[in-house]
C-alpha cells in the first residue's frame, strides 16, 4: 500500500477516479496493472492505457501525487515521476498530469535550472516511499 501522505503530513491528491480520454484517438483508455517484472519501480503500479494507440496514459495510484507539486493545465496538481532506465536520461524528475486529461510535462530543475536527477539505488528507495 502506498503512503497517503507527503513527506510533511499533507494527505496526498487522489488518482484520476475514471479512465481518462487518450489524447491522441480520444477513446477511453483501460485499466490495467504493470508487470511483476517491471525493471523501472512501477511493479505492480495501476495504469490507464490506450489499448487502439498503445498509448500510456497515467498512473492510477497516489504515488507522487503531492498536493504541492505545479498544477498541469487542467488546473490540478500534477504527478511527479522520474523516467525509466530505457530513457535518454534515466532517473530524471518530471510532472505530468495526475488525471491522464492534457499534455502537461514539466522537467523537475534545481535552483540553478538543471534537471533533477536522481540515481538507481536512491530512485528505488523513494519509489517505495511514493515520492516518485
Not at 491522464?100 to 538543471?114: A, I, L, T, V
Request: hydrophobic share 25%.
Amino acid at each position: 500500500m502506498t503512503n497517503p501522505f507527503n513527506s510533511i503530513g499533507i494527505p496526498l491528491e487522489p488518482p484520476p477516479t475514471q479512465p481518462p480520454i487518450c489524447k491522441k484517438c480520444k477513446r477511453a483508455s483501460e485499466y490495467f496493472i504493470t508487470r511483476r517484472s517491471n525493471r523501472n519501480g512501477n511493479a505492480g503500479r495501476p495504469c490507464y492505457k490506450c489499448l487502439p494507440c498503445d498509448n500510456f496514459l497515467v498512473f492510477c495510484d497516489r504515488r507522487g501525487n503531492d498536493p504541492e507539486n505545479p498544477k498541469c493545465h487542467c488546473g490540478y496538481s500534477s504527478k511527479r515521476q522520474i523516467t525509466g532506465r530505457s530513457k535518454s536520461v534515466p532517473g530524471r524528475v518530471h510532472y505530468v498530469c495526475r488525471l491522464g486529461e492534457c499534455d502537461f510535462y514539466s522537467p523537475s530543475r534545481d535552483e540553478n535550472g538543471q534537471d533533477n536527477v536522481i540515481a538507481g539505488e536512491l530512485a528505488d528507495k523513494l519509489s517505495r516511499l511514493s515520492f516518485i
